[in-house]
T-cell receptor, first 115, second 116 residues
Framework: AQKITQTQPGMFVQEKEAVTLDCTYDTSDPSYGLFWYKQPSSGEMIFLIYQGSYDQQNATEGRYSLNFQKARKSANLVISASQLGDSAMYFCAMTPSGGGNKLTFGTGTQLKVEL | EPEVTQTPSHQVTQMGQEVILRCVPISNHLYFYWYRQILGQKVEFLVSFYNNEISEKSEIFDDQFSVERPDGSNFTLKIRSTKLEDSAMYFC??????????????FGEGSRLTVL
């Protein structure tokens, strides 16, 4: 069984600052995928970034980067230069090896960007 | 940019009624999914669908639920006899890949179901 833990129910960050959202995971699968999704107040789920467990480099997508530390089983999301529009709920998720896109989600972190 | 579309965006129904939620996945995608999110809780996997059959389902997906791809474009979730606890946001998703290394999963905007 897989498990995702997000220990920060809420985070505040000042506009233009960087913020790190924590995610740790537990799995016995040798290969897996890690995802981050953003859910604004309107409710839709927006894909942000993906990291494969065998990827040598940390994934980056614009202002988003994933700090992947395999030995520590952590996959933290770093948002650089925060914007007001980044205020949303952020979910970390993972899929097992050969398990397609059956995502297991964490409980989420509510990020609020302040002026 | 291609997107997954869902209808209705919000449906209110009486307990015991049948509900059908509709989704149009991205046209070249091969794998289709339903997830749900009870208000204030995390998103949960319900079912995955590939090659016109269910490939995996969770324990939530009991006999009250069914999925269908009635034509080349729509993907539906039917709840036969709704219960109060079925009230949730239901997300449809699709992807091109789903093998050894999972591909990017595209979600629709969700259908909010309220059971009274």
């Amino acid at each position: 069984a897989q498990k995702i833990t997000q220990t920060q129910p809420g985070m505040f960050v000042q506009e233009k600052e960087a913020v790190t959202l924590d995610c740790t995971y537990d799995t016995s699968d040798p290969s897996y995928g890690l995802f981050w999704y953003k859910q604004p107040s309107s409710g839709e789920m927006i894909f942000l970034i993906y990291q494969g467990s065998y990827d040598q480099q940390n994934a980056t997508e614009g202002r988003y980067s994933l700090n992947f530390q395999k030995a520590r089983k952590s996959a933290n999301l770093v948002i650089s230069a925060s914007q007001l529009g980044d205020s949303a709920m952020y979910f970390c998720a993972m899929t097992p090896s050969g398990g397609g896109n059956k995502l297991t989600f964490g409980t989420g972190t509510q990020l609020k960007v302040e002026l | 940019e291609p997107e997954v579309t869902q209808t209705p965006s919000h449906q209110v129904t009486q307990m015991g009624q049948e509900v059908i939620l509709r989704c149009v996945p991205i046209s070249n995608h091969l794998y289709f999914y339903w997830y749900r999110q009870i208000l204030g809780q995390k998103v949960e996997f319900l079912v995955s669908f590939y090659n016109n059959e269910i490939s995996e389902k969770s324990e939530i997906f009991d006999d009250q639920f069914s999925v269908e791809r009635p034509d080349g474009s729509n993907f539906t979730l039917k709840i036969r006899s709704t219960k109060l606890e079925d009230s949730a946001m239901y997300f449809c998703a699709s992807s091109v890949l789903a093998g050894e290394v999972a591909g990017e999963l595209f979600f629709g905007e969700g259908s909010r179901l309220t059971v009274l």
